[in-house]
C-alpha cells in the first residue's frame, strides 16, 4: 500500500509562513512593486501555477529562468522567516499516524503536495516530522496539474520497489476537491480530512471515499486505512 500525504492544511498549518515568504521574495526580486494573493486561487494547487498566476497579475517576468530564481529566493525566505519564528504546527494525530503507519509491512509513504521540494521537505521538518519517512514523493513541478502528480509518485514507487503497485492500493490524504479529483483521476482513493478551508460536508459531495474532521483519533483511521492492505 502507497499512501501519499498533501502537507499544507492536511499535515500542518504554518499561519501562512509559505504565502508570506513568497511575497518577501517577488519583492525582492521586484523592488518597488508591492504583491498580495488577492484573487488568487491557492488551496490545492501547484506552486508552480501560484507563481504563475503572481507573475501573470503583478506584470512580471515569466521565463523559466526567473521562476528558477524565484524557487531560490523564496525557499530562503521561508527558512530565514521560520529559524526567527516556527510557525508550523503539526495537527493532531498526524506525528502518531505518520509513526504507526512507517512501522506497518507492506506501507510506503510519501508526499504528493503543491509545494516545491526543498519548501515542502522545510515545512514537514519544522512541523516536527522526519522527511525521510516520506520516501515516494511528487511535487509541484513534477507536473502541470495535480492530476499528473498520481503518476510520478506511481513511477518512483516502481523505481524504488522494482514492481508496479496497484492504484486501488494507493491512497491519497488531503484536504481540498483537487485532493480528491487527482486521487480519483488516477483510480486511486482518497480520504480526506477537513482541517483545512473545505467542510467535511464539501469534502463528501466531492465524492472523497472516506472524510473525516481530524486525523485524530488514529486508531480508526488507521484501521480504514489498513484494510486497503494486502
Not at 101 to 123: D, F, H, I, M, S
Amino acid at each position: 500500500m502507497l499512501v501519499l500525504f498533501d502537507i499544507d492544511g492536511t499535515l500542518l498549518q504554518s499561519q501562512h509562513a509559505g504565502m508570506h515568504a513568497m511575497v518577501d521574495a517577488f519583492e525582492e526580486l521586484h523592488i518597488g512593486k508591492t504583491f498580495s494573493f488577492d484573487g488568487i486561487d491557492i488551496a490545492g494547487r501547484l506552486d508552480t501555477l501560484i507563481w504563475k498566476d503572481m507573475t501573470r497579475r503583478h506584470e512580471v517576468a515569466d521565463d523559466a529562468d526567473s521562476h528558477e530564481v524565484f524557487r531560490e529566493t523564496y525557499q530562503r525566505h521561508l527558512a530565514k522567516r521560520l529559524q526567527d519564528k516556527n510557525t508550523v504546527k503539526a495537527f493532531d494525530g498526524v506525528a502518531e499516524l505518520v509513526e504507526r503507519l512507517v512501522q506497518e509491512p507492506n506501507v510506503e509513504l510519501g508526499l504528493l503536495t503543491g509545494n516545491y521540494p526543498a519548501t515542502g521537505r522545510l515545512k514537514v521538518e519544522f512541523a516536527g516530522l522526519r522527511a525521510d519517512h516520506f520516501q515516494v514523493n511528487a511535487f509541484a513541478g513534477d507536473g502541470t496539474t495535480r492530476r499528473d502528480l498520481p503518476p510520478i509518485a506511481l513511477r518512483r514507487y516502481r523505481e524504488k520497489h522494482g514492481r508496479d503497485i496497484e492504484r486501488e492500493r494507493v491512497i491519497i490524504i488531503g484536504d481540498t476537491p483537487h485532493d480528491v479529483d487527482c486521487a480519483h483521476h488516477n483510480g486511486c482513493l482518497c480520504l480526506a480530512v477537513s482541517t483545512g478551508q473545505f467542510s467535511a460536508e464539501q469534502l463528501r459531495q466531492c465524492g472523497a471515499d472516506h472524510v473525516v474532521e481530524s486525523l485524530s483519533p488514529v486508531e480508526p483511521i488507521l484501521l480504514w486505512l489498513l484494510q486497503h492492505r494486502r
